[in-house]
């Protein structure tokens, strides 16, 4: 199932909640997974989505990214407010 107006989707632990029907989760460990934990070589969420996006440009996945996740609201652990991958997977599926 596909949207009009895809979105960002905070996954949540809390009683009854579920990953809306046709959303794709694309936190750890799922394939579409940001590699890059903050830490020693990672400053913080941005440059984590900064690196996230620069290899995804580096592995060509473009066309997979639009094939798999065209239309789709993605549901990722991030706060809204905050930078996180599916930001860019959003950009270039729907684009």
Same mark, same amino acid.
């Given at each position: 199932?596909?949207?009009?107006?895809? !979105?960002?989707?905070?996954?949540?632990?809390?009683?009854?909640?579920?990953? =809306?029907?046709?959303? #794709? $989760? +694309?936190?750890? =460990?799922?394939?579409?997974?940001?590699? $890059?934990?903050?830490?020693? &070589?990672? !400053? &913080?969420?941005?440059?984590? +989505?900064?690196? $996230?996006?620069?290899? #995804?440009?580096?592995?060509?996945?473009?066309? +997979?990214?639009?094939?798999?996740?065209?239309?789709?609201?993605?549901? @990722?652990? @991030? =706060?809204?407010?905050? =930078?996180?991958?599916?930001? +860019?997977?959003?950009?270039?599926?729907?684009?």
């Amino acid at each position: 199932m596909t949207t009009p107006s895809p !979105r960002r989707i905070q996954r949540r632990r809390s009683a009854g909640w579920r990953t =809306p029907p046709g959303a #794709v $989760y +694309v936190g750890r =460990p799922s394939k579409w997974g940001n590699r $890059y934990r903050i830490g020693i &070589d990672v !400053r &913080d969420a941005a440059h984590a +989505v900064e690196l $996230y996006e620069r290899w #995804v440009d580096r592995e060509g996945l473009h066309n +997979v990214i639009r094939a798999e996740l065209a239309g789709r609201d993605l549901v @990722c652990w @991030c =706060p809204p407010d905050s =930078p996180c991958h599916a930001d +860019v997977l959003l950009r270039i599926a729907n684009s």
